[in-house]
């Protein structure tokens, strides 16, 4: 939840003619990956729960993308994305952890 609300606070400065574009893209990826844990969990299910935190991974890596395209494109500065991607790095750590408990009790 917290990378989705730096998610958003950082794309609040992009242009409006982005606002279907980039600034959509990494609003719903962001959001998504809260979602597919929260949703993965609930459904009580071992192999459920992995399978959508896998998706949530999906959903971090194209943040990323995103963000670094822009950078790239010049619709943020690196600075400012900086401390955001590396709340991705951490919590693309935490998710492989999970799983690969997960995984490890035979699920």
Do not use: W
């Amino acid at each position: 939840m917290t990378l989705a609300e730096a998610c958003y606070s950082l794309t609040h400065s992009f242009p409006r003619e982005e606002m279907f574009g980039m600034t959509s893209q990494i609003r719903r990826a962001a959001a998504s990956i809260a979602a597919n844990i929260a949703e993965g969990h609930g459904r009580e299910a071992a192999g459920s729960f992995i399978q959508h935190l896998r998706i949530a991974q999906g959903s971090l890596k194209e943040v990323e993308t995103h963000l670094l395209l822009a950078v790239r494109v010049k619709l943020a500065r690196l600075e400012v994305v900086d401390p955001v991607l590396e709340q991705c790095q951490t919590i693309g750590k935490m998710l492989r952890a999970l799983i690969r408990s997960l995984e490890g009790k035979g699920v």
